[in-house]
């Protein structure tokens, strides 16, 4: 296990496009986080799963968004009718629950919508 | 809500000098964690170090120290003899004890030249 896995690295799509995200935790870790990070600022906390469980959301998730994570291993985040406002870094990372408070992050995806 | 700010967007060090990333924090909880997260160009985040609030004492990694000021929430990094890969962006942290485990919450960040 290399760590926290995110594809694709890059994604450019049209205004108006659904495009879907993929991470790949480390495989004993069972807390999984999505951030979003924009120019000039740091990650700012989009969702959280425990297992499979989507146990927070942030008011910056939009109704265009949705998370999920299937049998509590990978997860996805989609993004439906893509504004240039969603252009930003999607950053996935995880922790293990045994008390370890160090997130691991996977390198993000890069959104740019045109 | 808890808020981290990074007032220094910049900062450069020589090789093999001492700089300090300042970092300032506002909350209304007594435990806490801390942290400083490094981003290199076109690399993941990695960890630098953590600081937890109920320990008085400051903590320290090799080169990386911070000075921790509970009462003034204040969170500073010192990064010693600096070598050209700390060039990256660094951002300070908060996590809480008592609400959604781990969940970071970033400073807008503070990017490291060093020069030879």
């Known amino acids: 296990d290399t760590g926290v896995s995110q594809n694709p690295r890059h994604k450019i799509t049209k205004r108006g496009q659904n495009v879907t995200f993929r991470c790949d935790p480390i495989?004993?870790?069972?807390?999984l986080y999505w951030y979003r990070q924009t120019l000039g600022q740091g990650p700012e906390f989009l969702t959280y799963f425990q297992n499979e469980a989507q146990l927070e959301k942030s008011r910056l998730l939009s109704d265009r968004f949705s998370a999920e994570r299937p049998k509590g291993s990978f997860s996805t985040l989609e993004i439906q009718r893509t504004e240039q406002g969603d252009s930003a870094m999607y950053l996935c990372?995880?922790?293990?629950?045994?008390?370890?408070?160090?997130?691991?992050f996977g390198q993000g995806t890069r959104l740019t919508v045109v | 809500a808890q808020t981290v700010t990074q007032s220094q967007p910049e900062m450069s060090v020589q090789e093999a000098e001492t700089v300090t990333l300042s970092c300032t924090y506002d909350t209304s909880e007594s435990d806490y964690y801390l942290f400083w997260y490094k981003q290199p160009p076109s690399r993941q985040m990695i960890l630098v170090i953590r600081q937890e609030a109920y320990k008085q004492q400051n903590a320290t990694e090799n080169r990386f120290s911070v000075n921790f000021q509970k009462a003034a929430k204040s969170f500073s990094l010192k990064i010693s003899d600096s070598q050209l890969g700390d060039a990256a962006m660094y951002f300070c942290a908060y996590s809480s004890r008592t609400g959604t485990a781990s969940k970071l919450t970033f400073g807008t960040g503070t990017r490291l030249q060093v020069t030879l």
């Open positions: 495989s004993e870790h069972n807390r």
């Open positions: 990372a995880s922790t293990s629950d045994r008390g370890d408070t160090e997130a691991f």
